[in-house]
């Protein structure tokens, strides 16, 4: 039987269609005619093995909430034995960690090539921010601040986001901002096509911090606070993906958590076993926005796909 266009479009499209999803009482499923992913959120947790969270009664948002309506990954590894934080966020933004095996700032660990994600996504006018929890916005920052971690920011590391290390590069001031602009972005519908997201070591999990003096409930905590902004917004219910992950396992390369929220996710607490790295969330990005080439790593490792009922 010979279908018309109109009929195969709708019957693609009918398992997205069938699983319509709310969020706050909204409704998650664009129409069909927006069904591709077209922003991201990623937030970066920190130093958990999946095992540390799964059922974990310190993480209940994460267990109660998150999991039933995501999609996650149960054998999501850092890249093997690299450690500690920094060179995994290298890795996630450039396919590599460059040699690097410690957290040292961008005086020492600065590098030159323009041939990493958002410098791909600026060449292609896609848009992109990293919205940094505790940093004041005024200037570019290339160095520790109270809360603030540089090694948790990969984007100041590169000489062309940062004009060369300079602190007032407009550049690099326009694109790396304050977390507390988010919910400004999002409200106004302002926010960018990418979105890193790197709350301060109380909130990621890293530090033990008053008063809840327990590294999970504090990042729970922060989740369970912050994600409904994002999960309410035009950007994520049009068209959005959020993925919240670990840099690194706790002595050891993991399995960390990879939890996908999106109007495409499988959801509805699908998971797999497939084995992923963090060249495979590049590789998810770099196909999200269809951007090339390959960045290192994200060449060979296996895309996020099966996560998603639809992809890209």
Same mark, same amino acid.
């Given at each position: 039987?010979?279908?018309?266009?109109?009929?195969?479009?709708?019957?693609?499209?009918?398992?997205?269609?069938?699983?319509?999803?709310?969020?706050?009482?909204?409704?998650?499923?664009?129409?069909?005619?927006?069904?591709?992913?077209?922003? *991201?959120?990623?937030?970066?947790?920190?130093?958990?093995?999946?095992?540390?969270?799964?059922?974990? $009664? $310190?993480?209940?948002?994460?267990?109660?909430?998150?999991?039933?309506? /995501?999609?996650?990954?149960?054998?999501?590894?850092?890249?093997?034995?690299?450690?500690?934080? #920094?060179?995994?966020?290298?890795?996630?933004?450039?396919? *590599?960690?460059?040699?690097?095996?410690?957290?040292?700032?961008?005086?020492?660990?600065?590098?030159?090539?323009?041939?990493?994600? %958002?410098?791909?996504?600026?060449? $292609?006018?896609?848009?992109?921010?990293?919205?940094?929890?505790?940093?004041?916005?005024?200037?570019?920052?290339?160095?520790?601040?109270?809360?603030?971690? %540089?090694?948790?920011?990969?984007?100041?590391?590169?000489?062309?986001?940062?004009?060369?290390?300079?602190?007032?590069?407009?550049?690099?001031?326009?694109?790396?901002?304050?977390?507390?602009?988010?919910?400004?972005? #999002?409200?106004?519908?302002?926010?960018?096509?990418?979105?890193?997201?790197?709350?301060?070591?109380?909130?990621?999990?890293?530090?033990?911090?008053?008063?809840?003096?327990?590294?999970?409930?504090?990042?729970?905590?922060?989740?369970?606070?912050?994600?409904?902004?994002?999960?309410?917004?035009?950007?994520?219910?049009?068209?959005?993906? %959020?993925?919240?992950?670990?840099?690194?396992?706790?002595?050891?390369?993991?399995?960390?958590?990879?939890?996908? #929220?999106?109007?495409? /996710?499988?959801?509805?607490?699908?998971?797999?076993?497939?084995?992923?790295?963090?060249? $495979?969330?590049?590789?998810?990005?770099?196909?999200?926005?269809?951007?090339?080439?390959?960045?290192?790593?994200?060449?060979?490792?296996?895309? #996020?796909?099966?996560?998603?009922?639809?992809?890209?």
């Amino acid at each position: 039987m010979k279908f018309s266009k109109r009929v195969v479009t709708t019957l693609r499209f009918a398992p997205l269609l069938a699983g319509i999803a709310t969020f706050g009482g909204c409704q998650t499923t664009p129409p069909v005619s927006e069904a591709h992913i077209k922003t *991201v959120f990623i937030i970066l947790m920190e130093n958990k093995n999946w095992v540390q969270i799964l059922g974990s $009664s $310190s993480a209940p948002h994460i267990n109660n909430t998150l999991l039933p309506m /995501a999609s996650h990954a149960e054998l999501y590894f850092n890249p093997p034995l690299v450690h500690p934080s #920094l060179p995994n966020y290298l890795w996630l933004e450039a396919g *590599v960690n460059f040699g690097i095996f410690n957290d040292d700032p961008p005086s020492a660990n600065h590098q030159s090539t323009t041939q990493h994600l %958002v410098t791909l996504l600026q060449k $292609s006018g896609i848009s992109w921010k990293t919205y940094q929890e505790d940093i004041s916005g005024t200037d570019c920052p290339l160095v520790n601040n109270g809360l603030y971690a %540089v090694r948790h920011n990969p984007f100041v590391y590169f000489d062309d986001v940062t004009d060369n290390r300079n602190p007032n590069s407009a550049n690099c001031i326009s694109h790396v901002r304050p977390f507390g602009e988010l919910a400004t972005d #999002l409200a106004n519908n302002t926010v960018a096509r990418y979105n890193f997201i790197t709350p301060n070591v109380c909130n990621d999990m890293h530090d033990s911090c008053a008063p809840l003096n327990d590294p999970i409930r504090q990042g729970d905590t922060w989740l369970s606070q912050n994600l409904p902004a994002i999960l309410d917004s035009a950007a994520y219910r049009s068209g959005g993906a %959020v993925f919240v992950t670990w840099d690194e396992g706790a002595f050891s390369d993991g399995p960390i958590g990879m939890i996908v #929220l999106s109007p495409f /996710a499988k959801g509805n607490g699908y998971r797999n076993f497939v084995r992923y790295t963090h060249g $495979s969330t590049l590789r998810t990005f770099q196909e999200i926005f269809g951007v090339r080439p390959f960045l290192r790593d994200a060449a060979i490792e296996t895309d #996020l796909s099966d996560l998603f009922a639809v992809f890209p």
